[in-house]
Nanobody, 127 residues
């Protein structure tokens, strides 16, 4: 069974940092684009970042630009989301997902492109 496992979430004060990890179970991420999404209570799941197969191209939601950085280590079969300067409005469950058929070396934060999802990790930003 193909699945992703997110980790690294937790409770952090405003202005703090967390690094999320996304690790697959049973498959390789090497040929896939990867997206990070989040869902706050009562809100729709939104795409916040993605990274292309080679890592050359990245996309960020405007509200996280300059604060979040996505990266991938294909040797470790892992994708990361470094989150700095966290704000209370970043509180959500964070998910990673796989786009199995990326277009060239690009990515998208449109969730309809993603087929395999993790179970999510909770991020809470509060004083």
């Amino acid at each position: 069974q193909l699945r992703l496992v997110e980790s690294g979430g937790g409770l952090v004060q405003p202005g703090g940092s967390l690094r999320l990890s996304c690790v697959p179970s049973g498959f390789s991420l090497v040929n896939s684009a990867i997206g990070w999404f989040r869902q706050a209570p009562g809100k729709e799941r939104e795409g916040i970042s993605c990274i292309s197969v080679t890592g050359t191209n990245e996309i960020y939601l405007d509200s996280v630009k300059g604060r979040f950085t996505i990266s991938r280590d294909n040797g470790k079969n892992t994708v990361y989301l470094q989150m700095n300067s966290l704000k209370p409005e970043d509180t959500a469950v964070y998910y990673c997902a796989v786009d199995w058929r990326p277009k060239w070396d690009f990515c998208t934060t449109n969730k309809v492109r993603y087929d395999t999802w993790g179970q999510g990790t909770q991020v809470t930003v509060s004083s």
